[in-house]
């Protein structure tokens, strides 16, 4: 029987060609590495998306419930976002291309 999982965020990074090739699944390895040295490995499932018709702007990566689409990730920008999701922090600010409609908030408590 499915149990419900425990998740309160889903961090997707396009995989898609051009996001590929420019190092994205190196940056959900890197992201997944961060993230099972923390205590909160269950709060967040990061996994693979294909393309999402952003490719000039990639590596993209989407972060849910809150709706936000991020562009031009790198490892900096990848281990800086695990910290703020996890903390409560506006994440990556600067990096985000798209925000879906009516879903402004926050994680203002982390996890
Ligand atoms: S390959 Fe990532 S947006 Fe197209």
Known sequence: MFSQPSW???LFFCT???CLGKGSEDL????Q????QTTHAGDLLITKS??????????IALLYPEGKWFSS????????MIDQILTGQDVL????????????????NGV
Do not use: V, W
């Open 50 to 59: 294909g393309c999402l018709d952003l490719c000039d702007y990639g590596p």
């Open 93 to 108: 600010p600067r990096n985000i291309i798209y925000q879906i409609p009516g879903k402004d908030g926050l994680n203002k």
């Open 16 to 18: 898609g060609n051009k």
């Open 73 to 80: 990730m790198d490892e900096k920008s990848t281990s800086a």
């Open 8 to 10: 309160k965020f889903h």
């Open 28 to 31: 959900k390895l890197l992201a």
């Open 33 to 36: 590495n961060k993230l099972s």
